[in-house]
């Protein structure tokens, strides 16, 4: 899946380094430079450092990244204060995490983590405390011993996490107990499965929006992917990414999904960064807009 792909394009810009006195809304990156962009002025500005997968802090003050060092060898989390423009790398330990994502009230963070228990190595899901109190907690050690677990995504509530294992999606509480369970088989009877996949709780929890490759069996590397809606009460799925389209990277704000993707032929396209742009829609698929172009890793204020 397109997400999962380390970008190794790093380019350099001219614009406007991050400003310390402003409070960014939104967050993305283009090749491995993250970019901030504030509503109030309509400006992007550039943050000073390499790094994917940014995510915004629920108050624009700071961003969680990933940190590649070794050429890709290791990825660490790291976050940066646009107010003093330190940044800091909470989990020295690891040195294989990626993906951060910020509680909606900005005390934790999730990443994925491969651990190394002496006898195997295994992908989890770590929960850290912003402020230190307490060793990074994983989440997942108990819930499937003999299996990976990916692409951690909150509730709007931030009292759940989900998580999937390519076989099913886990809603999880904060201690890491489930509390539901749905085979990936329920959202599409013939999925493509990946670790790259995001699964993402609606609002009202009533729905779970996701990514998924359109054919699995495609002779392509890359199939064309798109967003699709399963109502957890009527069990069924609906695609809501338009036609033509091939998108990836579902965030929910509010009752609009922004997504990576592009329009498929589009020469224009460079599919070995998979930047693409971000575009948005209604939950039901309507009012489709183009939101930034040449642009990916959407993530936003709360």
Known sequence: MKPHCLLVLVLLFSGCRVNSQKRYDVCYSYGLNIFVFSQGDKKEDTLDIIGADPNLSPDGTRVAYTK????????KIGIADLTSGATTLPDLACKHCYGPVWSPDGKYI???????????????????????????????KGLNEKGDVFSPAWSADGKKILVHDLANVFILDLAGRIIDSIPITRLRKDPSRSSASRYVLSGDETSIIFDMELDPNSSEDDPPAAIFVYDRGTKKTRKVSPEGYDCFQPVLKGNRIFFCGWKVGDPTVDKKTFVGNIYSSAIDGSDFRLEFKNRRDFSYKR
Do not use: C, K, M
């Not at 491969?114 to 994983?138: E, H, K, M, T, V």
């Open 68 to 75: 590649y060092e070794r050429g890709g060898d290791i990825r």
């Open 110 to 140: 999730v990443y994925n983590a491969l651990i190394d228990y002496g006898s195997y190595n295994q992908w989890y899901i770590l929960l850290w405390r912003i402020d230190g109190a307490a060793a990074p907690i994983n989440l997942t």
